[in-house]
């Protein structure tokens, strides 16, 4: 009798880890409501995202899409607990965004999430030293401090009549 609930036990504790893995890294709905309103108005993508990592440090992370801008501002307001955790891919230099960090999380693979795997987790300085060594970051105590619009400097804008149509345009052969 005892053997068979030790069987059991094992079955669904082994269950609940494969689940668990499973589920580790899965992005949480998006929300539904409406863009929030700041002292501003809305914030419209792409924004930038401030997180302060268990008051150590702090980082900045480029919002590409409205679903983030919106969840974003949802967790500074503390109207959603889904989804709480930043996760993407570490890239090498701060992008214009998370000065004064040498990397930033490049913005094409960044989403929050409800889980994700320890190694990935740690403070900001822990990726600058390289002390994390995951390809990923994903601060499970990072709180949203701010969502603000994304500032492109001036000297950085090309107009779109500018711009070269193909990688090469505008260059000329040496001969």
Known sequence: MIIVRIRRLIAVLATAFVV???????????PTSEPSATAGGPIAAPAVVTFEVAEQGTFKVEL??????????????GTTEDGRIPLGTI????????????????PATFEFVDMAIEVCDGLPSYVEDKTL??????????TVIDVSPRQVPTSLAMPVSSRPTHPTAGFEAAS
């Open 20 to 30: 668990g893995a499973c589920a580790a890294g899965t992005p949480s709905p998006s």
């Open 91 to 106: 890239e090498a230099g701060d992008d214009g965004v998370n000065a004064p960090w040498t990397w930033h999380l490049d």
């Open 64 to 77: 590409l899409t409205q679903a983030l801008v919106d969840h974003a501002l949802a967790l500074q307001a």
């Open 133 to 142: 060594t995951s390809p990923t970051y994903c601060p499970w105590s990072a």
